[in-house]
């Protein structure tokens, strides 16, 4: 009888920690998948409407200096947002810091759809429009930088690689559903002048279930989630700022700064280079592009899922090196057929555009994981938040850097550069790296 009383005392602790494990690993993945849905709203949803915000026969510098602004806006608050809440995350807890960061971007979305135009208030709507996705982006650096590692801590070893991979879909799978709440507006109410239902009202309602999506998260981490046990049982750091940057674990910070910025490089290429092209050059109209991106983001889904796994098996470190060599040598060459201008049918665009992103995606599918992995518990939220955000600021330039380019070569080719250039990187910064596969999180 005493022997049965122990086996049921102890499956009764393991149990409750298995619980705890999965509402982590779900609400790592929920707030990933709220977080990056919000980064698309200007880019997919804003696009149709962008005559909103500009004045009357503005021109067409003017216009590209508003829509590059209002992105880099976000670009440039997420590091800042990585380095103050990843600082708290590490000092105060990953939970508390979670449910902040995710309630803060979800007033702020909110807001960012009650706006009036440029009609109504003048230059004033710009400047706010591009100051609320500024302290959006502060936020949005808090979110995957406290969830994340709470979600990985409490996971099993032999785990890790797979619950990375499935925090890490939420990337191609927010993407898919803006894009089609996007589409189905866009069929129902036809963005067609600045009077048109759309450009007036309709770019507000993805932005208002952004909101009520980040405030309904917030509630149920708040809730549901709990600190993990090594952190709570950890000695806290005092400054885990400045520790992150002295001795091995700057040099550590560094080596990570290389490959994420590497990678930054590759992603940037997808998500604004790719869009264009296919209607420039594979002339393809703006539902069919839509159409066939969606697409393609469904399948780096698996993609994912597959290099997540394999990174398991083999380690992270040769996955990340194998993906930077697939950017630098494979995914030239269907982009390059793209940029060409002599793909004429939609399903030659299609199986184009899909070996263009699986290749790039495949590294992808083990950041998350290698990341949080890479620094030891005192400072793993800022390590995590600010390695995978800092390397987001040299490639926001990317457009300056291909007009840049341009003076030498064609336009459509200066991806090619730097997709290459973003491989490299990858390469030489997972090479400098240990393995950290079998790492101990505690």
């Given at each position: 009888m005493s022997s049965i009383a122990a086996d049921t005392s102890t499956a009764a602790p393991d149990a409750e920690k298995t619980a705890r494990a999965k509402k982590a690993l779900f609400g790592a993945w929920l707030g990933f998948y709220v977080d990056l849905f919000d980064i698309y709203l200007p880019v997919i949803v804003l696009a149709p409407a962008a005559v909103y915000f500009q004045a009357t026969g503005a021109s067409a510098g003017t216009i590209a200096l508003i829509n590059g602004s209002v992105f880099a806006a976000t670009l440039i608050g997420r590091p800042l947002g990585a380095m103050?809440?990843?600082?708290?995350?590490?000092?105060?807890?990953?939970?508390?810091?979670?449910v902040i960061s995710v309630t803060g971007f979800g007033v702020t979305t909110l807001a960012i759809g009650l706006l009036p135009?440029?009609?109504?208030?003048?230059?004033?709507?710009?400047?706010?429009l591009i100051a609320l996705r500024f302290i959006d982006g502060v936020f949005l650096g808090g979110e995957y930088t406290s969830a994340t590692p709470t979600a990985l801590e409490q996971s099993a070893k032999e785990r890790r690689g797979l619950n990375g991979a499935i925090i890490s879909t939420g990337f191609p799978l927010a993407y898919c559903s803006i894009a089609l709440?996007?589409?189905?507006?866009?069929?129902?109410?036809?963005?067609?002048?600045i009077d048109s239902a759309y450009v007036q009202?309709?770019?507000?309602?993805?932005?208002?279930?952004?909101?009520?999506?980040?405030?309904?998260?917030?509630?149920?981490?708040?809730?549901?989630?709990?600190?993990?046990?090594?952190?709570?049982?950890?000695?806290?750091?005092?400054?885990?700022?400045?520790?992150?940057?002295k001795g091995s674990s700057g040099r550590d910070f560094l080596q990570v700064f290389v490959l994420t910025t590497g990678l930054w490089f590759t992603s940037y290429m997808l998500t604004t280079v790719l869009p264009g092209l296919m209607k420039s050059e594979a002339k393809l109209s703006p539902n069919s592009t839509t159409l066939a991106l969606v697409i393609a983001n469904a399948i780096v889904v698996a993609v994912y899922m597959?290099?997540?796994?394999?990174?398991?098996?083999?380690?992270?470190?040769?996955?990340?090196?194998?993906?930077?060599?697939?950017?630098?040598?494979i995914a030239p060459i269907?982009?390059?057929?793209i940029a060409s201008g002599n793909v004429q049918t939609f399903g030659t665009a299609?199986?184009?555009?899909?070996?263009?992103?699986?290749?790039?995606?495949?590294?992808?599918?083990?950041?998350?994981?290698?990341?949080?992995?890479?620094?030891?518990?005192?400072?793993?939220a800022s390590g995590y938040g600010l390695g995978y955000s800092l390397g987001m600021v040299i490639p926001a330039f990317y457009a300056y850097i291909q007009s840049g380019l341009s003076?030498?070569?064609?336009?459509?080719?200066?991806?090619?550069?730097?997709?290459?250039?973003?491989?490299?990187?990858?390469?030489?910064?997972?090479?400098?790296?240990?393995?950290?596969r079998d790492v101990d999180m505690r």
């Open positions: 103050l809440f990843g600082h708290l995350a590490d000092k105060f807890g990953r939970r508390r810091i979670t135009g440029y009609q109504q208030i003048g230059i004033l709507a710009v400047i706010l709440i996007t589409l189905g507006l866009l069929q129902i109410m036809p963005a067609q002048g009202w309709g770019w507000r309602i993805p932005f208002f279930i952004g909101a009520v999506l980040s405030v309904g998260f917030a509630f149920w981490y708040s809730r549901s989630v709990e600190d993990s046990e090594e952190w709570q049982q950890s000695e806290k750091v005092k400054t885990p700022l400045l520790e992150l940057f597959g290099s997540g796994l394999l990174s398991q098996k083999v380690g992270r470190r040769p996955m990340l090196i194998a993906g930077g060599l697939l950017c630098m040598f269907p982009y390059t057929l299609l199986i184009l555009l899909i070996a263009v992103t699986v290749l790039i995606s495949v590294p992808w599918g083990c950041l998350t994981t290698y990341l949080t992995e890479r620094f030891t518990l005192g400072v793993r003076a030498f070569m064609p336009l459509p080719y200066t991806a090619v550069v730097l997709l290459c250039l973003g491989g490299l990187l990858t390469v030489v910064g997972a090479v400098l790296s240990p393995e950290t």
